[in-house]
């Protein structure tokens, strides 16, 4: 009797070659994951971490979403106290604040002031026109860096700014126990995707510290320009909110910190910081720039 062929295959496991194969499995998981996180999944990734962030929360928790601020500076505040608690030492209503912030790849950057390790307020910056998240005001949905002021509808608070090169402009929507008792900050950060500033001759001479838009100037500034910043702050009450002197000239991140980090900003050369700085020196782009914005304030003048 002929006795039965060898098999191609070898059916005893391997114990080293299966380990050898999850190994290699994982290792391709990761690399793929990685990837897809750094091109493709970045926007999906981080809107997924930031939808995590609340007023309220500990900063240590947004730390292990982003992992450590790039900036980090402290300013001095005071709580508004009661009627009867107005007449209190000035020393006892100080709170030391911690701003902390984050870049956001190429697509924007994160502001959280916190304190006593819990954060008050936090905002977010888009500078990109890949990232736009959607974000709810109240009942309003609105995307940053594409829809205008108008569609939050009337506003009450608002400041203006304009100066040599910064910019800016803010407004403030609270509903009450609808909106948990949480005030929206949105506005135009002059280093944000498509701000578009004020003419310096709209403003309002009444009251140059905290400088408004006449009504109609307003309502035609909101109709065009769009919201890229939006900073969303719990049952935060200091004196400085309440006066419009809290956010200084920039809502949400400051340019001034921030662009020193950027590569053509860099102390020691190389060919990046060199092209980068050819780039921003081109004259048909700068020229390109120029028309753009004439473009836009023509048709902020035209309403």
Known sequence: MTPDPEPWYSTTLNVWTMAGVLVACWSLAKTVTSGWRRT?????????????????????YVESLLGEPKWQSTMTCHRLSAAEDEEA????????????TWPLARLGYLVA?????????????????????????GDTR??????PFAVLGSVEEHR??????RFGYWECHYFGNLGGYRSWYVGVNDIGYKAVAPFPNWFDNENDFLPR????HLAAYRARAVVNTVVV???????????????GISLGVDQDVVRLAHPEYHV??????????WVRDWRWLSRFKDRRWEKKYRALQDR
């Open 40 to 60: 493709i999944g970045l926007r999906r990734y981080l809107t997924a971490r930031l939808r995590k962030i609340a007023p309220g929360v500990r900063h240590d």
């Open 89 to 100: 030492v000035d020393d006892d209503r100080k709170v030391e604040i911690t701003v902390r």
């Open 113 to 137: 002031w916190s304190a006593e390790d819990a954060v008050v307020m936090f905002g977010l910056t888009t500078t990109s026109w890949w990232f736009r998240p959607r974000v709810m005001i």
């Open 142 to 147: 609105i995307r940053l860096g594409k829809t």
């Open 160 to 165: 203006a700014w304009i100066g040599n090169r």
């Open 213 to 216: 838009l006449p009504p109609d």
């Open 233 to 247: 702050s719990g049952m935060a009450s200091y004196k400085e909110l309440e006066d419009g002197s809290f956010f």
């Open 268 to 277: 020691l050369d190389s060919r990046t910081g060199r092209a980068r700085r």
